[in-house]
């Protein structure tokens, strides 16, 4: 058989989009604001990349929504054992590279978040939302966010305490906001809920790449918890950016 010949892989995220049937949910009503965020998450389309890349430098984070009280979107985030050799006590995802048993990058994250804080595989109880487009990490990996909703609040979490200090929510709206979303402690009054940093890079024919690091403060700073920066703020920033945007483009699309 030729090269031209061998047959393409399919694309499973095709024949995998979810029904979410939110009446029947173990969930709190949702709001306006997040019946529309997840309307526009499940008909988003990451565009076609045909790059190679070894596998080897392929990874997968989880991004799990749940529901609030109030009705609003919530992003699971957890604290980094102190123990890991890397990136020890960070706020992070729960995300690592692919494993040759994966046979999606789906698949890694949720096998890493089921592994790191004990979210089930189960595709019914947490569909999946989309897949987010990838991005080179600073250690040269491609990293790729998979968008899951968690349908059954019931759902308790079990730590591997090898990799997991503990776990928290953020409100997803906030990556969009330069107000807190909660009290500010006193010794907090004078940090900036969110802030960023610039970097400039050379491009290609003389240009210049700028690249926004940003930073949000969690509210539990006292107790030891860093701040969401880096990846892990830019995933969350690139959620809601993107729910955001497909929405107007695609209303504008089509008359609306």
């Not at 090269?3 to 979810?18: A, D, E, G, Q, S």
């Not at 992070?92 to 590279?97: H, Y």
């Not at 569909?127 to 790729?144: M, S």
Request: one cysteine or more; charged letters at 20%; a positive charge.
């Amino acid at each position: 058989m030729t090269f031209k010949n061998v047959p393409k892989p399919l694309n499973l995220l095709k024949f995998h989009r979810p029904r979410l049937r939110l009446n029947e949910a173990r969930i709190p009503p949702l709001s306006q604001q997040s019946k529309q965020c997840l309307r526009n998450l499940t008909a988003y389309r990451r565009p076609d990349i045909d790059i190679p890349v070894p596998r080897g430098r392929t990874a997968g984070v989880l991004v799990a929504l749940f529901v609030g009280r109030k009705g609003d979107l919530y992003v699971l985030l957890n604290r980094r054992s102190t123990n890991l050799r890397t990136y020890a006590g960070d706020t992070s995802l729960p995300g690592g590279k692919a494993e040759p048993d994966d046979r999606t990058i789906e698949d890694t994250a949720r096998r890493e978040a089921f592994e790191e804080i004990g979210l089930p595989p189960d595709r019914q109880k947490v569909p999946l939302l989309c897949i987010l487009e990838p991005f080179v990490a600073g250690n040269a990996t491609i990293v790729t966010p998979v968008v899951v909703l968690i349908l059954d609040n019931t759902l308790r979490p079990i730590l591997n305490d090898a990799e997991v200090a503990s776990l928290f929510s953020h409100p997803l709206a906030s990556f969009l906001s330069t107000k807190p979303p909660f009290p500010a402690e006193p010794e907090l009054l004078e940090v900036p809920y969110h802030s960023y940093n610039d970097w400039t890079s050379p491009g290609p024919n003389d240009t210049t790449w700028t690249t926004r690091s940003h930073r949000f403060l969690t509210g539990r700073e006292a107790g030891g918890i860093k701040p969401v920066f880096g990846l892990t703020a830019y995933v969350a920033h690139l959620l809601l950016c993107t729910s955001i945007w497909f929405h107007h483009t695609h209303m504008n699309a089509v008359g609306l």
